[in-house]
């Protein structure tokens, strides 16, 4: 069996250029990363790797000098007003960085009209190659696992994929056995972290915990082991791991991303 991939997540080190974050991930050991190209929100400070191609050169010679690969890129967000066409600078940069897969948030809540757009979308990246896959958040209009695989089962593209996403899966009160019934030509990876804790009844602090306060794999409640083993057998794997405390204590990324991997990488011997 092939090395299992572990790819280091934007939001784990969300404060490094892409360039550092490509150095970090080498120096960690990631064989990949994941690079955002798209802001997840209006405060968030976002290197802006689309409109500045000479980021992307520096980017690229840091890919070419330590053989890391880009594996996703993200967040690309289907609204009401979405216009899915607009989207293809984003697709054609994460195809020149070498990007498999496209992360997309269903922001929509007109369901028929979302799947169309999610169709429509997945028809403009099978042109670039890549695979996108459909996040369902519990604060989206793809609130929890069975929706977003409705959502990608309706569309009805054979490139159209979904992420599971541990944190997300928790708190949404997703099952173990609707991932079983999941195709695994429909999965090409998965966001890894733990949670700690009950699910909150707000959403807003649900949110929060999402953005700035996961844990490292094993350090929280989740039942980690039960989502790798109903995942398909060595699924590549992202780890996201936004810990604000950790970065207001000064503990720097490339510590961070060690971390990460290195708790990642005992969960995995447990297997």
């Not at 054979?158 to 099952?175: I, K, P, T, Y």
């Not at 503990?251 to 990642?264: C, F, P, S, W």
Request: proline content about 6%; charged content about 25%.
């Amino acid at each position: 069996m092939s090395e299992r991939i572990l790819s280091l997540a934007a939001l784990t080190v969300l404060e490094l250029s892409p360039p550092e974050m490509v150095e970090v991930a080498a120096r960690a050991g990631y064989s990949h990363v994941g690079l955002r190209l798209v802001p997840a929100t209006a405060e968030e400070h976002h290197f802006p790797l689309v409109a500045d191609a000479g980021l992307r050169r520096q980017t690229l010679a840091r890919l070419r000098d330590t053989g890391i690969q880009v594996f996703d890129i993200e967040i690309l967000r289907l609204k009401p007003e979405a216009n899915v066409a607009e989207f293809e600078p984003i697709l054609a940069a994460g195809a020149e960085l070498g990007a498999c897969a496209v992360l997309v948030a269903g922001n929509d809540p007109d369901e028929a009209r979302l799947t169309d757009n999610f169709a429509a979308f997945c028809d403009l990246a099978a042109g670039f190659g890549l695979y996108p896959h459909l996040e369902f958040m519990p604060w989206t209009d793809a609130r929890d696992l069975a929706q977003a695989m409705r959502i990608m089962e309706n569309a009805g593209r054979v490139n159209g994929c979904v992420l599971v996403d541990a944190f997300h899966f928790d708190r949404s009160g997703s099952r173990l056995e609707d991932l079983a019934r999941l195709d695994p030509a429909r999965i090409r990876y998965a966001q890894l972290c733990d949670v700690a804790g009950p699910r909150p009844d707000d959403m807003e602090e649900i949110l929060r915990q999402a953005r700035n306060e996961r844990r490292f794999p094993g350090d929280g409640d989740c039942d980690l082991s039960g989502l790798l083993r109903t995942l398909p057998a060595n699924l590549p794997l992202s780890l996201e791991i936004p810990t604000r405390q950790l970065l207001e204590q000064g503990v720097g990324a490339l510590e961070r991303a060690r971390i990460a991997i290195d708790k990642t990488r005992s969960l995995l011997a447990l297997l």
